[in-house]
């Protein structure tokens, strides 16, 4: 046998040590955009994600709702697979015809708008993106866009008016439609119509401009950007169905797949990804796991897999490490396939972005995987909370939880997941069915969490996630340090506060 050195780490077993930071690390000028599928050096990758989540192939996490709200907040969800591919494909679907979210005259910018009154009318509509013209309609020609980049509230005025942020642009064309720009942030602009959706950098996206005789042009906001931008979504596949599920899937507008499985350092994994490549070239993106060491990576990222998944038995519905004896510590598997990433990228000059799946807890647990050099997260019971998760919201004890089930419990009963591949074996459970606390909207969970993340960040000194990469300093800590890391030896009041502050 192999012995692995040392012993493998969970990530409660770590902390960040902060490192210097400028006048400039605020958590406002903190990107999170990363990578989603392979790239070349000196290239960019094809999907890039804006904030580094996407959520589990999961049915008690990833329905239609939850491919909508995350991919407005700049993530992705990967509907589940565990459930017809005709039925899959109509989940697909139903995200990509989604309509993207514009407001009605009655919440229109106009340009006189000061941005305190523009950032509370975002507040109270909840959408990021809004038509505006100059006289309080939807309908005029189109003026320009408007982004929360430009505003600090911190340095900047919040008296400043929504004109006082537009700069002259030229013409614009888009499709076959040629657009007058008199004014427009062209970053901004450009990305949304042309590349991936608006929803992109909704974040960033306070309002868009428009001028009253845009009926002469014929054009309908609404019309022209759902056109353009479409929500991103991704599907979960499996080793045994894929050559009548991926067509399906494709044809629904799947932007990328992954298959799912709880251990995939398999010929199966080989053969899935193969069959893709003969049929679609490398046209459909397709990422692969999980495997939990650098061989497993290796292996996968040779087969031409678009990403690899790292996790085994770490996700928090999952006894599989109870019941089979496998697994790593995630924190261990995950620093030893992230370096075998960065080798391969030296090595080979294709860089394969790498998915941490499972056992995130915390929110600061976000924090150190990317850190450790996760690119991005799969996150199951995080998402599960929100009320975008298909599951149903309970009242037990008086207090209301979202029921949460593993995709290898006997309610989801995903046995494909669980054995590499082949006719179909004897099955046996490797999850359990919960529930967890409820915690209301994703796009404020999601708000807050991020916020935390930008924040650890500055203190690291990092403005980016491959900054972060490389200035993070993080240490090993003592069962006696983790105790002292929580509110200790006082006698805490409000024990719902000690819990829900992380
Ligand atoms: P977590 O975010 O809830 O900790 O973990 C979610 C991950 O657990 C999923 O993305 C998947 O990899 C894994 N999972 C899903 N079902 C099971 C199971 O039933 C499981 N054992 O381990």
């Known amino acids: 046998a192999t012995f692995f050195p040392g012993v493998s780490h969970t990530f409660s077993e770590y902390l960040l040590v902060p490192g210097y930071s400028s006048s400039e690390c605020v958590p406002a000028n903190v990107s ?3 990578p989603l599928t392979r790239f070349k050096r000196g290239e960019q990758p094809e999907i890039s994600l804006n904030i580094p989540m996407v959520s589990a192939i999961m049915q008690s996490v990833s ?12 993530g992705l969800a990967f509907i589940y697979g565990s459930q017809s591919a005709e039925d899959e494909a109509a989940m697909v679907k139903a995200v990509k015809d989604h309509k993207a979210g514009f407001v009605e005259s009655d919440s229109t910018l106009t340009p006189d708008m000061t941005l305190e009154q523009v950032m509370a009318l975002k507040e109270k509509t909840g959408h990021s993106t809004m038509p505006v013209t100059d006289d309080g309609s939807p309908r005029g020609r189109l003026l320009g866009i408007v982004t929360s980049r430009d505003y600090r509230p911190s340095r900047d005025d919040p008296q400043k008016r929504v004109a006082d942020f537009m700069t002259p642009r030229q013409d614009l064309i888009v499709g076959d439609r040629h657009i007058t720009l008199s004014a427009a942030n062209d970053i901004i602009w450009e990305k949304k119509l042309n590349a991936l959706p608006v929803v992109d950098e909704a974040d960033h996206l306070i309002g868009i401009v428009f001028r009253k005789d845009y009926d002469s042009h014929k054009i309908n906001p609404n019309e022209l950007l759902d056109a353009n931008k479409r929500y991103m979504v991704g599907a979960g596949i499996n080793t045994r169905d894929y050559a009548e599920r991926v067509p399906l899937l494709v044809e629904a507008g799947a932007d990328v797949l992954c298959i799912d499985s709880s251990e995939g350092f398999s010929e199966w994994q080989k053969l899935t990804i193969e069959w893709i490549r003969e049929r679609y070239g490398t046209e459909v993106k397709v990422g692969a796991g999980n495997i939990v060491d650098a061989e497993g990576f290796r292996f996968l990222a040779d087969c031409g897999a678009d990403f690899v998944k790292v996790g085994i038995g770490g996700g928090s519905i999952c006894i599989t490490r109870e019941t089979k004896g496998i697994g790593r510590g995630q924190a261990t598997a995950l620093i030893d396939v992230c370096r075998a990433r960065d080798e391969y990228f030296e090595e080979t000059g294709v860089y394969v972005p790498v998915c941490s799946d499972g056992g995130i807890v915390y929110d600061y647990h976000m924090t150190l995987a990317l850190a450790m050099g996760a690119d991005f997260m799969m996150l199951g019971r995080y998402f599960a909370r929100f009320d975008e998760s298909p599951t149903s919201r309970v009242n037990v004890n008086g207090q209301y939880m979202k029921e949460y089930w593993g995709e290898g419990s006997a309610r989801a009963r995903n046995w494909q997941r669980y054995d590499l591949g082949g006719a179909a074996k004897l099955s046996f459970v490797e999850g359990v069915d919960s529930y967890v606390p409820y915690a209301g909207s994703l796009k404020d969970g999601v708000g807050g969490t991020l916020y935390k993340v930008k924040s650890t960040m500055c203190n690291c000194g990092a403005l980016s996630i491959k900054e972060l990469q490389e200035k993070a300093r993080l240490t090993l800590v003592s069962s006696t340090s983790i105790v002292e890391g929580g509110a200790h030896d ?11 502050y992380r």
Do not use: E, F, R
């Not at 329905?63 to 700049?74: C, E, F, I, P, R």
């Open 32 to 34: 999170l955009k990363t």
């Open 63 to 74: 329905g239609t709702d939850m491919g909508v709200a995350l991919a407005t907040q700049g």
């Open 490 to 500: 006082v006698v805490v009041k409000d024990t719902q506060q000690s819990v829900s």
